[in-house]
């Protein structure tokens, strides 16, 4: 059964680091295009980031330009988001989702990661 899981969340001081994780199982995430999202309370999902499956088209939103990087390890078939200097503005339920290629739909999507930026 094919599904992603998304790790690393949690709760982080303005400016401090978190390093989110999205594994695959069931099927390998190097040739698929993967894609980062976040959801706040009472706001719609946005997408952040994403990266094709050939690593050469990479996105950011302009939020977080600057501030994260999306990569990939096939060899652990997983993708990864860091987050540098966090803000308040950055807190949300962030998900990962797998396409055939940046031009489809998403066809597999992760539960979520809680991350809370506060003091």
Excluded at 51 to 58: C, G, N
Excluded at 64 to 88: C, E, H, W
């Amino acid at each position: 059964q094919e599904q992603l899981v998304e790790s690393g969340g949690g709760l982080v001081q303005p400016g401090g680091s978190l390093r989110l994780s999205c594994a695959a199982s069931g099927f390998t995430l190097d040739s698929y295009a993967i894609g980062w999202f976040r959801q706040a309370p009472g706001k719609e999902r946005e997408g952040v980031s994403c990266i094709s499956s050939s690593d050469a088209i990479l996105y950011y939103a302009d939020s977080v330009k600057g501030r994260f990087t999306i990569s990939r390890d096939n060899a652990k078939n997983t993708v990864y988001l860091q987050m540098n200097s966090l803000k308040p503005e950055d807190t949300a339920v962030y998900y990962c989702a797998a396409a055939k290629g940046l031009e489809y739909p998403y066809d597999y999507w992760g539960q979520g990661t809680q991350v809370t930026v506060s003091s």
